[in-house]
């Protein structure tokens, strides 16, 4: 049997595909003319006017009025119709939920943060009620948005549609917990891994962008991380790639049942539990990891009787002897830092990681610092929300 023909190009396939082309163009543009749509799309000036028209009866554009400056006759702009659709991220911790609510051109509307203190972990009531939270700034309820993604430690397994490797996040084990959460919010809603989105937002905007393999090395709350190959997360067989805090140690270091500890023997040495206490040692003070890795910074400037130098070189060791098991594995071309207590550190603990990775890794990728604003979770949670959001308006509108 031979070859099958491909598919003829239909006249409304290719209206279709200017259509989005043109949309694209928008958003990346901000606002364009008729003129400039029709010369960046290829299309005749009558063509990309037929376009617009259309668009616009679909209300998914908008003119904004004549363009500035020059002479003679002014060009009508257009934009995308931001109210066309909306999209939310939340970052869920086991202390609060983060949300952000974006309009279609991803503008930022509306956030609000809930407080989850232990013993009041119900995901369906808190996702919603931090929802309404943010939308209250609005107008809007849950039943005007077109995605939701949520970011949260562990990663939900495809097969059982369950949160594993995030015993400490209570409330959010039940089976089938994304199909109870899309039936309280009323929309498509995914659930990612926290460091994936981080590196997701890495990847379209922040220190990664155009680098297609790298790691995400994320410490904060707790030890993560996220991988890029090709330009594609890599989740791994149940979702659990990244879970660098049960990476094992040796010997008597060795973690046994580690899904019911809940660590393993990197986590042990490197975690923020073990972070506070080693910078007691050496005379700092401070309640979290960020908040002594903050203190030692500060001293190794400033001098004085603490030992913020000593307490550096240590962390980057420990951290460093991590991150090589890793290089060995998957030899990224990159290595980005991030979370709280990266952020913290800054260049004084960059450098001191750059530098042990000489002596213990067998590849030395570059180490940079995230460039994500605020909360890079968020941050990939509301992108990626966005992306699921005009994927369904622009195909159906």
Not at 3 to 26: C, F, I, K, Q, W
Not at 127 to 141: D, F, K, M, R, Y
Not at 289 to 309: F, I, L, Q, S
């Amino acid at each position: 049997m031979g070859s099958r023909s491909p598919r003829p190009a239909t006249p409304s396939l290719l209206r279709a595909l200017n259509d989005r082309a043109a949309l694209d163009l928008l958003l990346a543009h901000g606002s364009l003319s008729r003129s400039q749509i029709g010369r960046l799309t290829g299309l005749s000036k009558p063509t990309a006017s037929q376009l617009l028209d259309r668009l616009e009866r679909a209300g998914l554009v908008e003119s904004i009025g004549p363009s500035e400056g020059g002479l003679g006759r002014k060009s009508v702009l257009y934009q995308v119709n931001p109210t066309a659709g909306y999209a939310a991220a939340l970052d869920v911790t086991p202390s609060r939920i983060e949300a952000a609510i974006a309009d279609l051109t991803g503008a930022i509307i509306g956030r609000h943060v809930l407080a989850t203190p232990r013993g009041t972990h119900h995901p369906q009531a808190n996702v919603l009620a931090c929802l309404e939270g943010a939308l209250g700034q609005t107008g809007l309820t849950v039943r005007d948005l077109d995605a939701v993604v949520i970011g949260a430690p562990g990663s939900i397994d495809p097969a059982t549609e369950q949160l594993r490797y995030a015993k400490h996040l209570t409330g959010w084990h039940q089976p089938g917990i994304l199909t109870s959460l899309a039936e309280a919010i009323g929309t498509d809603i995914r659930v990612e891994n926290d460091v994936n989105l981080a590196a997701t937002a890495e990847h379209r905007a922040g220190a990664a962008a155009g680098c297609e393999d790298f790691f995400l090395f994320w410490a904060d709350e707790g030890l993560g991380g996220a991988l890029m190959l090709g330009g594609q997360l890599y989740r791994g067989a149940t979702g659990g790639a990244g879970e660098i805090g049960f990476m094992q140690g040796s010997g008597e270091d060795l973690v046994r049942r580690v899904r019911r500890e809940n660590s393993g023997g990197f986590q042990r040495y490197a975690g923020p539990a073990q972070i506070v206490p080693l910078a007691r040692r050496f005379g700092l003070a401070g309640k979290t990891a960020a908040a002594v890795v903050a203190a030692a910074v500060k001293a190794d400037v400033e001098g004085g009787p603490t030992r913020g130098g000593e307490f550096l070189d240590e962390l980057a060791t420990r951290f460093a002897g991590g991150l090589a098991s890793i290089i060995a594995v998957i030899d990224p071309a990159m290595v980005v830092l991030s979370g709280g207590t990266a952020a913290a550190g800054g260049e004084a603990l960059r450098g001191r990681i750059q530098a042990q990775l000489r002596d213990l890794a067998m590849a030395h990728p570059d180490v940079v610092l995230s460039t994500v604003p605020d909360n890079p979770v968020l941050a990939g949670g509301l992108g990626s929300a966005l992306e699921l959001a005009r994927e369904a308006i622009f195909t159906t509108g």
